[in-house]
């Protein structure tokens, strides 16, 4: 049990498109998921808490505008990288959270590449 | 800001105790992680302990918590080459809405496993 997908897994776009990564929950209800971002050899760094139908809170020197988050249901939340650049080049990862639990289930990571 | 620190590699011998050591500076964290992730797989929860805990043991693995100098550790005993990783110190704090929040995590520490 307690399984998060993210689709795509690998993504390589062009500078100034735009990329949506999913992130689902296949056998649970996440009231709460999370999104990360790990540099190569760095720690993962949260950069946003989205709560199922209402706007996601975004960590300190994230721009909201940049990083779109949209959490419609329980099982759903989509990052969408807007006007990418390589700079955004990184794996992100998901982690998803049911209503008061203490332990987050990750996803196993989408690796996006902006040539 | 909080911070989380880990040494980056651990060398141990087949069959011996493997200790993984980090710090947090966060004194306000109500829960501590340790997580596992295998070459090109997810970030896999193996345990966690409540800031009022001073000890959690499970199976082959022994966390400690000092709180007074925020200092956490992970034990795994009779170390076999299946435990090569990186393990993910992390911590976080009480969600407003229950349930933990999102995770700051240290760097990683690898650890290597020697026949």
């Known amino acids: 049990g307690a399984v998060v997908s993210q689709h795509p897994s690998r993504v390589i776009c062009k500078s100034g498109t735009s990329v949506k990564i999913e992130c689902r929950s296949l056998?649970?209800?996440?009231?709460?998921m999370f999104w990360y971002r790990q540099f190569p050899k760095q720690s993962l760094m949260l950069m946003a808490t989205s709560n199922e139908g209402s706007k996601a809170t975004y960590e300190q020197g994230v721009e909201k505008d940049k990083f779109l988050i949209n959490h419609a249901s329980l099982t759903l939340s989509t990052l969408t990288v807007t006007s990418a650049h390589p700079e955004d080049s990184s794996f992100y990862i998901c982690s998803a959270r049911p209503h008061t639990y203490n332990e987050q289930f990750f996803g196993p990571g989408t690796r996006l590449t902006v040539l | 800001g909080e911070d989380v620190e880990q040494s980056l590699f651990l060398s141990v011998r087949e069959g011996d105790s493997s200790v993984i050591n980090c710090t947090y500076t966060?004194?306000?964290?109500?829960?501590l992680y340790w997580y596992k992730q295998e070459p090109g797989a997810g970030l896999q929860l193996l345990t966690y302990?409540?800031?009022?805990?001073d000890m959690k043991q499970d199976q082959r693995l022994t966390v400690l918590l000092n709180k007074k100098d925020k200092h956490l550790s992970l034990r795994i005993a009779d170390t076999q080459t299946g435990d090569s990783a990186i393990y993910f110190c992390a911590e976080s704090n009480r969600y407003s809405g229950g349930g933990a929040d999102g995770l700051t995590f240290g760097k990683g520490t690898h650890l290597i496993i020697q026949p």
């Open positions: 302990i409540f800031s009022n805990m």
């Open positions: 966060d004194s306000s964290s109500t829960y």
């Open positions: 056998d649970f209800q996440a009231t709460t």
